[in-house]
């Protein structure tokens, strides 16, 4: 069974690099989803890296928006 470590405070930003600099001993990317109502979804993704990039820098960048405002 695989080892779960929390990233809990870790940027998305921080999470996509060490994916990139640790890309050869990824096999898959798993995921969860906090929604504000307290559910947690969670699911894993084939999506291409060039995707994945995408979604980690708007989720990014979105973060950055909320605490610059906060």
């Not at 470590?5 to 940027?11: A, D, F, K, Q, R």
């Not at 504000?36 to 820098?57: E, H, Q």
């Amino acid at each position: 069974m695989a080892k779960v470590e929390s990233l809990h405070g870790t940027t998305p930003a921080e999470i996509f690099e060490s994916g990139i600099e640790n890309l050869d001993q990824i096999q898959s990317v798993a995921m969860s989803v906090t929604w504000r109502d307290g559910r947690v979804t969670s699911g894993w993704s084939n999506a291409t890296p060039a995707n994945l990039a995408l979604m980690v820098m708007a989720l990014d960048e979105k973060l950055r928006k909320e605490n610059f405002r906060g």
